[in-house]
T-cell receptor
Framework: SQTIHQWPATLVQPVGSPLSLECTVE??????LYWYRQAAGRGLQLLFY??????ISSEVPQNLSASRPQDRQFILSSKKLLLSDSGFYLC????????????FGQGTRLTVV | GDSVTQMEGPVTLSEEAFLTINCTYT??????LFWYVQYPGEGLQLLLK?????DKGSNKGFEATYRKETTSFHLEKGSVQVSDSAVYFC?????????????FGRGTQLTVWP
């Protein structure tokens, strides 16, 4: 069966420090991969999605970047965190098709102080 | 652009009460509609979905009907249980160029008391 792993679960980082959140998927090949963020009081916002290795599309301009070095690995990064980067980050995957559900990781609660 | 407006929470109910969580959407074309649920300490998981107008999605006693005329997808359950306590997210799938792009509402926290 397919599983998705996301870590860490919680993270407290100072302003200006770097960030690296990792997500890996098991049990499937060539998935679509997504990074979502939920800021306080807002819905889940799509940050990045990837349809293949090295293929990253950004939905909104921001202080973050994403990379997909392997088929089932998706990394969210920042060189210098801002206070506004605080939020709940979720990795998800789906099969390459319409009308299919997305499968989510447990999420990472990031607090920038 | 596409968007989802979801009933503000939190919602607090007694066990066996009737539940409605409202969800309306704005979209071009005919999106697919979803309800996701997040139980405490877990990731989001699909609860139900509907892919075209008048479809009814159902799962675990929950139901939602895709209403194109009112652009709504309200979640209902006739008799809630304590185990239904969770955060519920309404979402739509954009039918544009971004494969699988989901637009989420803010989420509604449901607490059910015994």
């Amino acid at each position: 069966s397919q599983t998705i792993h996301q870590w860490p679960a919680t993270l407290v980082q100072p302003v200006g420090s770097p960030l690296s959140l990792e997500c890996t998927v098991e049990g499937t090949s060539n998935p679509n991969l997504y990074w979502y963020r939920q800021a306080a009081g807002r819905g889940l916002q799509l940050l990045f999605y990837s349809v293949g290795i090295g293929q990253i599309s950004s939905e909104v301009p921001q202080n973050l970047s994403a990379s997909r070095p392997q088929d089932r690995q998706f990394i969210l990064s920042s060189k210098k965190l801002l206070l506004s980067d605080s939020g709940f980050y979720l990795c998800a995957w789906s099969v390459t098709d319409w009308e299919t559900e997305a499968f989510f990781g447990q999420g990472t609660r990031l607090t920038v102080v | 652009g596409d968007s989802v407006t979801q009933m503000e929470g939190p919602v607090t109910l007694s066990e066996e009460a009737f539940l409605t969580i409202n969800c309306t959407y704005t979209a071009t074309g005919y999106p697919s509609l979803f309800w996701y649920v997040q139980y405490p300490g877990e990731g989001l998981q699909l609860l139900l979905k509907a892919t075209k107008a008048d479809d009814k999605g159902s799962n675990k006693g929950f139901e939602a009907t895709y209403r194109k005329e009112t652009t709504s997808f309200h979640l209902e359950k006739g008799s809630v249980q304590v185990s239904d306590s969770a955060v519920y997210f309404c979402a739509l799938e954009h039918r544009g160029s971004t494969l699988g792009r989901l637009y989420f509402g803010r989420g509604t926290q449901l607490t059910v008391w015994p």
